[in-house]
């Protein structure tokens, strides 16, 4: 069982950055592949990108350039640093964990195991 908890989010202008960390509880965090979604209001959770446990990431191409996935093992912590920001990334962002191993499914929400409980952010014009 891992449960996920989401902080860093907030209300920011364009252009501007935030950080968001995820953590982890349980000893085997680094045994996860860890993933970024985002909903918006009337759309469906979007897949921005994900982070195998040897640190090696993957994105999107909407946030790819902009958007920043890492892991601290240590600290059973995953961040998502996001640069340039655009009103069009307002959303809920969550964290989700993965055990399978592989490809197949990475950019579907039902390819992980546990969420986190999400955070808003806001970016305005």
């Known amino acids: 069982q891992v449960q996920l908890v989401e902080s860093g989010g907030g209300l920011v202008q364009a252009g501007g950055s935030l950080r968001l960390s995820c953590a982890a509880s349980g000893r085997t965090f680094s045994r996860y592949a860890m993933g970024w979604f985002r909903q918006a209001p009337g759309k469906e959770r979007e897949f921005l990108g994900i982070?195998?446990?040897?640190?090696?990431?993957y994105y999107t191409d909407s946030v790819k350039g902009r958007f920043t996935i890492s892991r601290d093992n240590a600290k059973n912590t995953v961040y998502l640093q996001m640069n340039s920001l655009k009103p069009e990334d307002t959303a809920v962002y969550y964290c989700?964990?993965?055990?399978?191993?592989?490809?197949?499914?990475?950019?579907?929400?039902?390819?992980?195991?546990?969420w986190g409980q999400g955070t808003q952010v806001t970016v305005s014009s």
């Open positions: 982070t195998w446990s040897g640190g090696s990431t």
């Open positions: 989700a964990a993965r055990a399978k191993y592989g490809t197949d499914g990475l950019g579907r929400p039902t390819g992980y195991d546990y």
